[in-house]
Protein backbone atom coordinates (compact mmCIF):
# COMPACT_ATOMS: atom_id res chain seq x y z
CA UNK A 1 0.00 0.00 0.00
CA UNK A 2 3.01 1.97 0.80
CA UNK A 3 4.58 1.73 -3.09
CA UNK A 4 0.98 2.53 -4.34
CA UNK A 5 0.62 5.64 -2.39
CA UNK A 6 4.30 6.95 -3.22
CA UNK A 7 3.24 6.42 -7.24
CA UNK A 8 0.16 8.09 -7.25
CA UNK A 9 1.47 11.34 -5.14
CA UNK A 10 4.24 11.21 -7.43
CA UNK A 11 2.02 11.00 -10.97
CA UNK A 12 -0.11 13.88 -8.70
CA UNK A 13 3.12 15.99 -8.65
CA UNK A 14 4.05 15.47 -12.44
CA UNK A 15 0.54 16.24 -13.47
CA UNK A 16 0.49 19.79 -10.56
CA UNK A 17 3.74 20.08 -12.44
CA UNK A 18 2.72 20.03 -15.75
CA UNK A 19 -0.08 21.84 -14.96
CA UNK A 20 1.62 24.88 -13.70
CA UNK A 21 4.28 25.08 -16.63
CA UNK A 22 1.26 25.06 -18.75
CA UNK A 23 -0.14 28.28 -17.20
CA UNK A 24 3.08 30.44 -16.74
CA UNK A 25 3.24 31.21 -13.43
CA UNK A 26 6.33 30.24 -12.77
CA UNK A 27 7.30 31.64 -15.97
CA UNK A 28 11.00 33.23 -15.35
CA UNK A 29 11.80 31.46 -12.66
CA UNK A 30 14.43 28.85 -12.37
CA UNK A 31 11.62 26.04 -11.39
CA UNK A 32 9.45 27.36 -14.36
CA UNK A 33 11.99 27.35 -16.99
CA UNK A 34 12.81 23.20 -16.08
CA UNK A 35 8.79 22.76 -16.06
CA UNK A 36 8.83 24.12 -19.74
CA UNK A 37 11.77 22.49 -20.98
CA UNK A 38 10.10 19.33 -20.02
CA UNK A 39 6.99 20.06 -21.57
CA UNK A 40 8.80 20.64 -24.68
CA UNK A 41 10.80 17.34 -24.68
CA UNK A 42 7.61 15.56 -23.61
CA UNK A 43 5.10 14.82 -26.52
CA UNK A 44 1.39 16.22 -26.13
CA UNK A 45 -1.26 13.37 -26.08
CA UNK A 46 -2.16 14.38 -29.40
CA UNK A 47 0.94 13.79 -30.77
CA UNK A 48 1.40 10.17 -29.98
CA UNK A 49 1.65 7.50 -32.33
CA UNK A 50 -1.11 5.71 -33.65
CA UNK A 51 -0.41 1.96 -33.87
CA UNK A 52 -4.13 1.23 -35.19
CA UNK A 53 -3.78 0.47 -39.24
CA UNK A 54 -6.18 -0.56 -41.82
CA UNK A 55 -4.42 -1.94 -44.91
CA UNK A 56 -6.16 -1.93 -47.93
CA UNK A 57 -4.84 -4.95 -50.07
CA UNK A 58 -7.50 -4.61 -53.21
CA UNK A 59 -6.44 -3.92 -56.56
CA UNK A 60 -8.72 -2.96 -59.20
CA UNK A 61 -8.02 -1.83 -62.81
CA UNK A 62 -10.52 -0.68 -65.02
CA UNK A 63 -10.37 -1.46 -68.35
CA UNK A 64 -12.39 -2.14 -71.31
CA UNK A 65 -9.97 -5.22 -72.71
CA UNK A 66 -8.21 -6.19 -69.70
CA UNK A 67 -9.02 -6.43 -66.12
CA UNK A 68 -7.80 -7.43 -62.57
CA UNK A 69 -9.45 -8.20 -59.56
CA UNK A 70 -7.80 -9.03 -55.88
CA UNK A 71 -10.25 -10.25 -53.21
CA UNK A 72 -8.95 -10.96 -49.83
CA UNK A 73 -10.50 -12.45 -46.60
CA UNK A 74 -9.25 -12.93 -43.16
CA UNK A 75 -11.07 -15.07 -41.59
CA UNK A 76 -10.00 -18.01 -38.59
CA UNK A 77 -11.33 -21.05 -40.97
CA UNK A 78 -9.01 -20.41 -43.92
CA UNK A 79 -6.14 -22.10 -42.08
CA UNK A 80 -8.34 -25.04 -40.56
CA UNK A 81 -9.56 -25.65 -44.07
CA UNK A 82 -6.63 -25.09 -45.58
CA UNK A 83 -4.83 -27.68 -43.44
CA UNK A 84 -7.57 -30.50 -44.29
CA UNK A 85 -7.39 -29.85 -47.88
CA UNK A 86 -4.13 -29.82 -49.53
CA UNK A 87 -5.78 -30.23 -53.08
CA UNK A 88 -7.81 -28.15 -55.29
CA UNK A 89 -10.43 -29.30 -58.30
CA UNK A 90 -9.69 -26.62 -60.38
CA UNK A 91 -12.17 -28.43 -63.06
CA UNK A 92 -15.33 -27.84 -60.15
CA UNK A 93 -14.25 -24.02 -59.84
CA UNK A 94 -13.31 -23.42 -63.41
CA UNK A 95 -16.83 -24.90 -64.40
CA UNK A 96 -19.06 -23.42 -61.86
CA UNK A 97 -17.37 -19.74 -63.30
CA UNK A 98 -18.31 -20.43 -66.85
CA UNK A 99 -21.85 -21.20 -65.40
CA UNK A 100 -22.02 -18.54 -63.95
CA UNK A 101 -20.82 -16.36 -66.65
CA UNK A 102 -22.82 -17.75 -69.43
CA UNK A 103 -26.06 -17.39 -66.90
CA UNK A 104 -25.24 -13.09 -66.67
CA UNK A 105 -24.51 -12.89 -69.80
CA UNK A 106 -28.41 -14.90 -70.70
CA UNK A 107 -30.00 -12.44 -68.21
CA UNK A 108 -28.65 -9.41 -70.22
CA UNK A 109 -29.56 -10.93 -73.23
CA UNK A 110 -26.15 -11.77 -74.78
CA UNK A 111 -24.71 -14.97 -76.61
CA UNK A 112 -23.46 -17.71 -74.39
CA UNK A 113 -19.47 -18.28 -74.59
CA UNK A 114 -18.19 -21.36 -75.98
CA UNK A 115 -15.26 -23.27 -74.05
CA UNK A 116 -11.93 -23.02 -76.68
CA UNK A 117 -8.81 -25.25 -75.81
CA UNK A 118 -6.05 -22.32 -76.66
CA UNK A 119 -7.85 -19.95 -74.58
CA UNK A 120 -7.65 -22.70 -71.84
CA UNK A 121 -4.23 -23.42 -71.85
CA UNK A 122 -3.49 -19.11 -72.03
CA UNK A 123 -5.42 -19.10 -69.23
CA UNK A 124 -4.40 -22.03 -66.97
CA UNK A 125 -0.68 -20.61 -68.17
CA UNK A 126 -1.81 -16.82 -67.10
CA UNK A 127 -3.34 -18.22 -63.53
CA UNK A 128 0.12 -19.38 -62.75
CA UNK A 129 1.88 -16.43 -63.69
CA UNK A 130 -0.15 -14.42 -61.43
CA UNK A 131 1.61 -16.09 -58.45
CA UNK A 132 4.79 -15.30 -59.66
CA UNK A 133 3.72 -11.49 -60.78
CA UNK A 134 -0.31 -10.48 -60.13
CA UNK A 135 -0.70 -8.29 -62.80
CA UNK A 136 -1.47 -7.50 -66.71
CA UNK A 137 2.17 -7.63 -67.01
CA UNK A 138 3.51 -10.73 -67.59
CA UNK A 139 6.85 -11.74 -65.11
CA UNK A 140 8.58 -11.55 -68.43
CA UNK A 141 7.86 -7.86 -68.55
CA UNK A 142 5.70 -8.49 -71.80
CA UNK A 143 1.49 -7.96 -72.22
CA UNK A 144 -0.72 -10.62 -71.59
CA UNK A 145 -2.18 -11.27 -75.07
CA UNK A 146 1.49 -12.12 -75.63
CA UNK A 147 0.63 -15.33 -74.37
CA UNK A 148 -0.83 -16.20 -78.06
CA UNK A 149 2.99 -16.33 -79.27
CA UNK A 150 3.95 -19.22 -77.30
CA UNK A 151 4.35 -22.50 -78.71
CA UNK A 152 1.13 -24.32 -79.27
CA UNK A 153 -1.15 -21.11 -77.98
CA UNK A 154 -1.32 -19.39 -81.21
CA UNK A 155 -4.79 -18.05 -81.59
CA UNK A 156 -5.70 -15.34 -84.26
CA UNK A 157 -7.90 -13.25 -83.11
CA UNK A 158 -10.35 -10.33 -83.35
CA UNK A 159 -10.96 -8.94 -80.28
CA UNK A 160 -9.39 -10.75 -76.61
CA UNK A 161 -9.48 -9.60 -73.32
CA UNK A 162 -8.37 -11.07 -69.27
CA UNK A 163 -9.84 -10.56 -66.12
CA UNK A 164 -7.59 -11.99 -63.46
CA UNK A 165 -8.83 -12.40 -59.89
CA UNK A 166 -7.46 -13.86 -56.61
CA UNK A 167 -8.80 -15.08 -52.92
CA UNK A 168 -7.54 -16.49 -49.71
CA UNK A 169 -8.60 -20.20 -50.28
CA UNK A 170 -10.93 -20.58 -46.93
CA UNK A 171 -14.07 -22.19 -48.98
CA UNK A 172 -15.12 -25.31 -51.15
CA UNK A 173 -14.18 -25.23 -54.67
CA UNK A 174 -18.13 -24.30 -55.22
CA UNK A 175 -17.60 -21.04 -52.93
CA UNK A 176 -14.82 -20.02 -54.15
CA UNK A 177 -15.83 -19.74 -57.56
CA UNK A 178 -18.63 -18.01 -56.75
CA UNK A 179 -16.72 -15.71 -53.97
CA UNK A 180 -14.26 -15.01 -57.68
CA UNK A 181 -17.16 -14.48 -59.89
CA UNK A 182 -19.29 -12.10 -57.56
CA UNK A 183 -15.90 -9.77 -57.26
CA UNK A 184 -15.97 -9.32 -60.69
CA UNK A 185 -19.78 -9.02 -60.79
CA UNK A 186 -19.39 -5.86 -58.21
CA UNK A 187 -16.13 -4.29 -60.04
CA UNK A 188 -17.46 -2.15 -62.88
CA UNK A 189 -14.36 -2.82 -65.01
CA UNK A 190 -14.83 -6.42 -64.79
CA UNK A 191 -18.11 -6.64 -64.73
CA UNK A 192 -18.28 -4.84 -68.27
CA UNK A 193 -15.53 -7.56 -69.83
CA UNK A 194 -17.70 -9.99 -68.73
CA UNK A 195 -21.06 -8.86 -70.47
CA UNK A 196 -19.19 -7.23 -73.89
CA UNK A 197 -21.66 -8.41 -76.78
CA UNK A 198 -18.42 -9.39 -79.27
CA UNK A 199 -17.02 -12.32 -77.16
CA UNK A 200 -17.66 -15.31 -78.14
CA UNK A 201 -15.05 -17.76 -76.83
CA UNK A 202 -13.61 -17.97 -72.96
CA UNK A 203 -10.74 -19.97 -71.54
CA UNK A 204 -11.06 -20.38 -67.78
CA UNK A 205 -7.76 -20.93 -65.83
CA UNK A 206 -7.10 -21.61 -61.79
CA UNK A 207 -4.01 -21.75 -60.36
CA UNK A 208 -3.82 -22.31 -56.09
CA UNK A 209 -0.56 -21.85 -54.48
CA UNK A 210 -1.49 -23.09 -51.05
CA UNK A 211 -2.50 -20.00 -49.58
CA UNK A 212 -4.48 -17.84 -52.58
CA UNK A 213 -6.44 -19.48 -55.07
CA UNK A 214 -5.73 -17.52 -58.41
CA UNK A 215 -8.27 -17.21 -61.35
CA UNK A 216 -7.52 -16.06 -64.80
CA UNK A 217 -10.95 -15.58 -67.73
CA UNK A 218 -9.18 -15.11 -71.43
CA UNK A 219 -11.83 -14.01 -73.65
CA UNK A 220 -11.98 -13.87 -77.12
CA UNK A 221 -13.59 -13.68 -80.57
CA UNK A 222 -10.81 -15.09 -83.46
CA UNK A 223 -10.34 -14.35 -87.17
Given at each position: ???????????????????????????????????????????????????????????????????????EKSD?????????????????????????????????GLNS?????????????????????????????????TIFE??????????????????????????????????????????????????????????????????????????
Amino acid sequence: MKVIRKLITLLLAILFGFWLATTGILHGTIVGDWLETIVNIVPSPNEWPNFSTVTDKSLDISDSSDQLSTIEKSDQSASSYQSESSEVDYQIVEERIFILLNDLREEQGLNSLKKNNILKKAADLRAQETEVSFSHTRPNGKNPFTIFEENGLAYPYRVVGENLGMATYYLDEKEMAELLFNGWVESEGHYENMIRPDYEEIGIGVHYDGEFLYATQMFGTPM
